[in-house]
């Protein structure tokens, strides 16, 4: 209890740091000021006065906004004693293995440095500032010369590490029948080898419990056109100006014309003077110093938002904004939160010796290939680069870092490729071993999803209606859901890949025996079949000695004939079963002919049933089908009434033959 | 049994082809009768309305022109027609005549201030004189994918360009049109664009009139700058594709071409929907409107149907300008998106005026069931709208236009 309440007393008072630190507090701190200066307040009156202002003037809601961001994206203090390298990473083998990553990517920007002789950093000389100055204000970067950089990784290299990372102390002993010869027992199905605690169906289902048909989604369910009513309440969410409203209101997605009001209010950010002031700062580094992620940032926006079709309009407005992140070392913060650290360099002073180390880039952070995928998709909502850059720095520091960084944190890319392998699992067993068996793991296509947020992937507008939704449930965790969800709609077209013959011939069997169901048929030939066989019964049985002899010999002929007719359908695109009934009534009334004498009535009533069914039959398809049909049906019947001919010689030669033996 | 329908097409671009092929059609043998379907060049088919030719269209025979198009897509005949119509409209002192405090129309302000050359030199000269600081574009009445173009803002710019073509031998037929240039196009991301919009219409008396939903915004690929050295720079000022593919920054992976439905949604994530629909209601109402006014002139022949190309500019107030129409837009794809585009195109198109694919029927009253319009929004039908005021004489007639459908569009 009581380190509870201490701990409380710290959070206090950090957020009244924060709060004294932003710009929030100084324009506050002026207006009570303005307020208390005023010549009716009395000095006694000013502890009460003071909530009294706060609440009326509204500034209570801005304050209770940040304390409700501070809340949401920090964790609570833990315990005293804990390492720091712990609370960026609580498992040591993920933070080895992040540390690892971080050292390849510096090694090959080193390389890069050495290879193409470009400095990190370097500063302008005071004419190509003014060069740079222009051809900032004329937005024709795609001038500038890149040579041939590559970006430094691409998400393919990142899932390349994820699924190589196992962790030392637990092996999955999952016995897998078709690796048994390589890998015995143990692998997992998935790509990704680490177990992480997640969230199971269930809980998602409770935490994404307004993503259900029965509340309205925008995106979903106005087709028809907007509803009314949700409009409302977007604005009189905008009116109200709370944090948290605002954040359930985006649950459900909002429409384009109150978007950016309500996301500026969602993730806490106000486009304050101040703000334009840093931003202009940022620029200001920008003309001075050339560093070598630049050419990242400019090659990686020609190749992928400036080749976009929604997003190379704003190819320009991304560059510039994307050169100023790299200068804004407040991102440094976000560090604090995340298994990455920055990357460092070496200054050198003037005699070259080294000097103290610098983190590399400012901002600290490496782009890699379809970065500049993050921003380009919020260029639709804002056109003022201020704040496009104030939402990109909120969304960043709370969702974005995670997707390329190596974490055991819930909503890290580790825990969303588990989580998306699981699901897909789980819901779709099936599909997910067809895809696996075919050699194209689901992991590898959903993986470049996951870690561009969908970006470059889905339209524009549905895309920010899923950030919408991001925003609103304050997770990532929404990404492998949809993923699955795109798996599981797309499954029909998936499974039919490289299964298309055999799905091909047992459809068209199918048709084949069911007349592609239509009913009338049905009952006709399937009563035929039925009243055949009767009929076969009586008349050919009395051949044989023995009732297992009769029904294998009618069992294989049965065989026989389903195997032709089925055989012929394929053939020449036909369906039904008629042939089978007709050599059936055929090879019986051959057989009824030869040997007529049968002493049952009945037997004799339902053989003449058979017979005239036949012809009714016969003269029905006459009428209804082509004559092909019809002159199909005689020549099956003549087969089989030659068939019983055949049969009939043979018996009775095989007969002598025995008789010839017994004498 | 219905015969095959024969077609005969001016050009092999393979989006008509493979749209013809697609419906089991057959190519026709000559030109003179053994064809049912006519995808023509303006060319042809002003040879095969030709009075000398003496040649008249059966009754199974369809051709994508009318005799006299030109009334709408020649820059000179599309401004009197326009100029004449608002006479028509404040003869009969129509409530779409309404002028603001500046004398400008409200409703009929669609095309930007614009002289035939040489005609109207002396009334342009002294428009120019008021307004001395305006910038103004040249271009010549016959030619199209801006051929000719050229921006002044200066009298002897333009003096001096007569003199020259005298001097050059130029033909004094070729005639140009001057029009006031606008200066304060709406920019995105800096960038200069215009909107590519494709209109049907099945007919004339009535109006029947369709606009297509897949239309597109061609950008510059370079940034807008409206100083005075730049107006020689047509990379900034002109936005046709066969300009900008020339320039050093023409991407063909998009090809600077953006779709109508980004650009809705972009205006309504920046402006809001109230301005965006307004924005799209107008553009509407300037298609209906330049229609109009060529419906008295246009030969309504049954046998044609026709699908344009509006060009229209959006300044940065959010008003549209209209800039031209063709006659025939072009059918070259770009990139890939665009291909699938212009192929779908047609094949709407097709949907309408030969519905089923059948041999065509002139009598046919050319009202296509809404399921078979496939990207085409109807417009205007002049047809169904008396008949709609017809059925509602007893309530009040609140329409004083024709009814035309201008919302629900670009959803």
């Known amino acids: 209890m009581v380190a509870g309440s201490q701990s409380n007393e710290g959070l206090v008072k950090d957020i009244i740091n924060v709060i004294q630190a932003s710009d929030l507090g100084w324009t506050l701190k002026r207006a009570v000021q303005d307020e208390l200066s005023k010549s009716f307040v009395n000095v006694k009156d000013i502890k009460r006065l003071v909530p009294v202002f706060m609440k009326e003037s509204g500034w209570d809601i801005k304050v209770r906004n940040v304390v409700f961001m501070y809340l949401m994206t920090h964790t609570p203090p833990s315990h005293p004693i804990t390492p720091p390298e712990t609370l960026k990473e609580p498992m040591s083998f993920i933070r080895n293995a992040q540390a690892r990553w971080e050292k390849r990517i510096l090694k090959s920007i080193n390389t890069m440095c050495t290879e193409k002789n470009i400095p990190l950093a370097r500063m302008r000389t005071i004419r190509e500032q003014a060069d740079f100055t222009q051809k900032w204000k004329d937005m024709a970067f795609s001038d500038e010369n890149m040579g041939d950089i590559r970006p430094v990784y691409a998400p393919k290299d990142f899932m390349e590490v994820l699924t190589s990372l196992s962790s030392p102390n637990y092996t999955a002993k999952i016995y897998d029948y078709s690796d048994v010869n390589e890998r015995s027992g143990t692998s997992v199905w998935g790509l990704i080898q680490v177990r992480l605690h997640l969230k199971t169906t269930q809980q998602l289902r409770v935490l994404f419990s307004n993503l259900s048909t029965h509340h309205f989604q925008t995106g979903a369910d106005d087709i028809e056109g907007p509803n009314p009513e949700w409009q409302r309440l977007g604005v009189k969410t905008v009116q109200l100006g709370y944090t948290p409203t605002a954040q359930r209101y985006l649950q459900q997605g909002c429409y384009p014309t109150q978007r950016g009001d309500i996301w500026l209010l969602a993730l806490g950010v106000d486009n304050s003077p101040l703000s334009y002031q840093y931003y202009n700062q940022l620029k200001a580094s920008v003309f001075k110093y050339e560093l070598l992620v630049d050419r990242l940032f400019l090659q990686d926006v020609r190749l992928t938002a400036g080749n976009h079709e929604a997003y190379f309009v704003f190819e320009d407005l991304v560059v510039q904004i994307l050169l100023c992140f790299s200068r804004d070392t407040q991102f440094l913060d976000h560090f604090k939160r995340t298994s990455a650290s920055p990357p460092h360099a070496y200054t050198r002073n003037n005699m070259g010796e080294t000097d103290h180390t610098v983190v590399y880039p400012p901002n600290g952070i490496i782009p890699f290939h379809g970065f500049s995928l993050f921003l380009a998709p919020m260029c639709f909502i804002w056109s003022d680069p201020v704040i496009l850059y104030n939402v990109f720095k909120a969304l960043y520091t709370r969702f974005f870092f995670r997707l390329h960084s190596l974490s055991s944190h819930p909503q890290g890319i580790l825990s969303l490729c588990q989580q998306f392998e699981t699901m897909l699992q789980t819901h779709q067993p099936q599909l997910f071993y067809h895809l696996r068996e075919m050699g194209s793991h689901p992991l590898k296509h959903a993986f470049t999803w996951i870690m561009h947020a969908f970006a470059g992937y889905l339209e524009t507008a549905q895309l920010l209606l899923l950030w919408d939704r991001i925003i609103g449930y304050n997770t990532l965790e929404i990404l492998p859901v949809l993923a699955v969800a795109v798996f599981a709609f797309r499954r029909n077209n998936l499974m039919e890949e490289g299964m298309q013959s055999a799905e091909y011939y047992f459809d068209q069997v199918r048709a084949i025996l069911t007349y592609n169901g239509n009913e009338q048929d049905i009952q006709i030939n399937y009563g035929m079949l039925l009243l055949s066989i009767l009929c076969w019964c009586f008349t050919v049985l009395r051949v044989f000695n023995t009732i297992p002899d009769f029904c294998w010999f009618t069992f294989s002929c049965l065989y026989i004939l389903f195997g032709v007719q089925i055989g012929i359908c394929v053939f020449v695109q036909c369906i039904g079963i008629s042939g089978v009934w007709c050599a059936m009534v055929g090879f019986a009334y051959r057989m009824w002919v030869h040997s007529p004498a049968d002493p049952v009535l009945s037997n004799k009533l339902i053989v003449f049933a058979t017979f005239g069914s036949y012809i009714w039959a016969n003269f029905h398809y006459f009428k209804t089908e082509s004559n092909f049909t019809t002159i199909c049906h005689l020549v099956a019947t003549w087969l089989g009434y030659e068939a019983n001919n055949i049969w009939i010689k043979s018996h009775q030669q095989r007969d002598e033959r025995q008789k010839g033996k017994t004498k | ?411």
């Not at chain 2, 950008?219 to 900008?244: G, P, R």
């Not at chain 2, 046998?303 to 959006?314: A, T």
């Not at chain 2, 665009?338 to 949907?351: A, E, F, H, P, Q």
């Open chain 2, 1 to 411: 049994m219905t015969s095959k329908v024969k077609w005969l097409a001016d050009n092999e671009k393979s989006v008509l082809v493979n749209n013809f092929e697609k419906r089991g059609w057959i190519r026709g043998t000559s030109e003179e009768e053994d064809w049912n379907f006519f995808w023509t060049s303006v060319q042809t088919t002003r040879c095969i309305f030709n009075l000398d030719s003496g040649y008249r269209l059966s009754d199974d025979q369809l051709i994508n022109h009318f005799p006299n198009h030109y009334e709408l897509t020649r820059k000179d005949l599309l401004v009197k027609n326009i100029k004449r119509y608002r006479k028509e409209l404040e003869k009969e002192n129509s409530p779409l005549t309404e002028k603001d405090e500046n004398c400008r129309y409200m409703h009929l302000d669609f095309i930007p201030v614009t002289y035939i050359l040489p005609a109207d030199y002396n009334i342009f000269v002294e428009e120019f004189r008021k307004n001395p600081t305006s910038t103004w574009i040249m271009k010549p009445n016959a030619k199209a994918r801006g051929i000719g173009i050229f921006l002044i803002n200066k009298l002897s710019q333009l003096k001096k360009w007569s003199r020259d073509s005298r001097q050059m031998g130029h033909n004094p037929k070729d005639t140009y049109v001057i029009s006031k240039y606008i200066d304060n196009p709406h920019l995105i991301g800096g960038k200069k664009y215009d909107l590519r919009l494709y209109v049907l219409v099945t007919s004339y008396r009535p109006l029947k009139a369709y606009i297509y939903q897949l239309g597109f915004c061609r950008f510059c690929t370079v940034k807008y700058n409206s100083a005075v050295s730049e107006l020689d720079n047509m990379f900034v000022h002109l936005t046709n594709v066969s300009i900008q593919k020339h320039g050093d920054d023409y991407n063909d992976k998009h090809g600077g071409k953006w779709t109508v439905h980004n650009l809705q949604m972009y205006l309504e994530h920046t402006n809001g929907k109230e301005v965006t629909d307004r924005l799209f209601d107008e553009i509407n109402w300037i298609i209906v409107h330049s229609l109009k006014a060529v419906q008295g002139v246009m030969a309504s022949d049954k046998h044609c149907f026709e699908c344009y190309g509006y060009d229209v500019i959006i300044d940065d107030n959010l008003k549209p300008w209209l800039i031209e129409v063709n006659a025939s837009p072009s059918l070259t794809s770009t990139t890939a998106a665009d291909r699938i585009m212009k192929y779908t195109l047609i094949d709407d198109v097709l949907k309408i005026v030969c519905p089923n694919g059948e041999i065509p029927d002139p009598r046919w009253n050319k009202v296509p069931p809404k399921d078979s319009m496939g990207h085409f929004d109807l417009l205007i039908d002049e047809e169904l709208a008396a008949q709609d005021q017809h059925e509602n004489k007893s309530r009040s007639v609140s329409g004083r236009l024709p009814r035309t459908r201008p919302q629900q569009q670009w959803k």
